[in-house]
């Protein structure tokens, strides 16, 4: 059986279009600053509340320098929301590596090493999973942002130690399993016997045949971190400060929709446009994981 059935999802369109989408998505937070055409943050009342460029009727005209139109603030719509697409890859990326890299490493210890290490670790694992883990990742969040942080502090940051501290206990679990069933193959025993330190075995026999786990793992749990700033976002927890409002030079999907919820009346983009990205990029994920989740189910060789 194939670690990576690539060439099964290749087959299927699925794959092709979420890459697609994936790539435009990426593409457009990497190059932010250069397709932003407005400061995201600059604030002109003269401006406030314009409709999109292609409304013509009505008191306020749209303008083709907004093409998406302005919100309460004068801010641009069309730039917010190509921030909040870099904020929102940058977060996923970030806060997925973070908890792939410690559920990782502890799952591998857990497994290989067995005896006092499991059962220690296995405890943690089941203590931590007892949690709410999104009631435990907000109280992060807030003691972090509104309180032990400084001011410097990025919004982001405070968002992937808050999931990082929960979200690496799934991973560690699967991984731990995996372990347990590859550390009695022949090849493991071998390296033993041959004199192989625990790091050798570790980092050259079991982490490459667990590393399938972990790319399906991390490609399943990057919509569910957006989903999870989307959601915090639209309650008010997201990437401000709640204590004096500033916005730590960040601006996200969840955000927008948060604040965008009074301006329906006059401009719904403000909730759609943030609304389809967050509904693009999931489903892009959630297609790419299910078609390489169902090539590894039926063992195809490549």
Known sequence: MSLFPWRRAARSGRVWFGLAVILVLFLVAALTPWISPHDPYASSFTQSRLPPAWVQG?????????????????????????????????LALTAVSLAALIGALMGLVAGYMGGAADTWLTF?????????????????????RDGLAPTWVNGVLTLVVGFAAVGWVSLARLVRVSTQQIKVRPFVEAAVSLGGSPWHILSRHLLPNVSHVIVVWVINTIPAVILLEALLGYVGIGVTRAVDGDEFGIVSW????????????FNPLMVIGPSVGILLMTMSFVLLADSLGEGQRQGVEI
């Open 58 to 90: 009505g008191p306020e005209p749209g303008m083709a320098e907004f093409p998406l139109g302005t919100d309460r603030a004068g801010r641009d719509i069309l730039s917010r929301l190509i921030h909040g697409t870099r904020t929102a890859v940058v």
């Open 124 to 144: 943690l694992f089941d203590t931590l999973q007892s949690l709410p883990g999104i009631m435990f990742m907000v109280m992060i969040v807030l003691i972090f």
């Open 254 to 265: 969840g955000g927008l929709i948060f604040s965008g919820r009074s301006s329906l009346s």
